[in-house]
Nanobody, 119 residues
Framework: QVQLVESGGGLVQAGGSLGLSCAASGRTFGRYAMGWFRQAPGKERERVASIIWSDGSTDYAGFVKGRFTISRDNAKNTVYLQMNSLKPEDTAVYYC????????????WGQGTQVTVSS
């Protein structure tokens, strides 16, 4: 079984910053990419950012470009999301997930961490 544990969520004022971490553990699994997603109340889950594990290439949703940065630490099996210039509309539960191969979707999910941005 693969476990993903997110941490780092919390309450921050608009314009502030937060950093999220997601540590992966468990049985050996394919890891083509890891991603961060979020879901706000009453809204569908949306992809925030993703990173290709092998070469570190990244991709971002338009609404976070220039504000959020995804990174990884291979040795620690951990992916990070640095969030700057936070806005109230960034308030959501943030999830990390693993995409085992280029042919698969995101299969393994963490439990989520709440991020609340006050105005």
């Amino acid at each position: 079984q693969v476990q993903l544990v997110e941490s780092g969520g919390g309450l921050v004022q608009a314009g502030g910053s937060l950093g999220l971490s997601c540590a992966a553990s468990g049985r050996t699994f394919g890891r083509y990419a890891m991603g961060w997603f979020r879901q706000a109340p009453g809204k569908e889950r949306e992809r925030v950012a993703s990173i290709i594990w092998s070469d570190g290439s990244t991709d971002y949703a338009g609404f976070v470009k220039g504000r959020f940065t995804i990174s990884r630490d291979n040795a620690k099996n951990t992916v990070y999301l640095q969030m700057n210039s936070l806005k109230p509309e960034d308030t959501a539960v943030y999830y990390c997930a693993v995409r085992p191969s280029v042919l698969s979707s995101y299969v393994y999910w963490g439990q989520g961490t709440q991020v609340t941005v006050s105005s």
